[in-house]
């Protein structure tokens, strides 16, 4: 059974950091793409940021040098680190991986950034 549990949300003031776990079990991990998404009220769920298995990664634009995704293989674990947080980052922020050509999300953890 695929398992992806986020953690790490909260409530933040603008500026401030976070970070974002997701653990997962069910899936060979160390050979899995990884990504997180968000998705705000009203709006569509859109990809963040990904990690392939050897490590390279991409980013939204809006979130460049302010976000880093990382993983830990022994941990079967992603993370997002999250930097100078702005209103705009304001989301429900979702894992997701592909195992065997189905897509698996996580529960979402939200992620709200105050003024």
């Known amino acids: 059974q695929v398992q992806l549990v986020e953690s790490g949300g909260g409530l933040v003031q603008a500026g401030g950091s976070l970070r974002l776990s997701c653990r997962t079990s069910?899936?060979?991990?160390?050979?899995?793409?990884m990504g997180w998404y968000r998705q705000a009220p009203g709006k569509q769920r859109d990809l963040v940021a990904a990690?392939?298995?050897?490590?390279?990664?991409n980013y939204a634009d809006s979130v460049k040098g302010r976000f880093t995704i990382s993983r830990d293989n022994a941990k079967n674990t992603v993370y997002l680190q999250m930097n100078s947080l702005k209103l705009e980052d304001t989301a429900d922020y979702y894992c997701?991986?592909?195992?065997?050509?189905?897509?698996?999300w996580g529960q979402g953890t939200q992620v709200t950034v105050s003024s």
């Open positions: 990690i392939s298995n050897d490590g390279s990664t």
């Open positions: 069910g899936i060979a991990f160390s050979i899995s793409r």
């Open positions: 997701q991986t592909t195992w065997r050509s189905l897509n698996y």
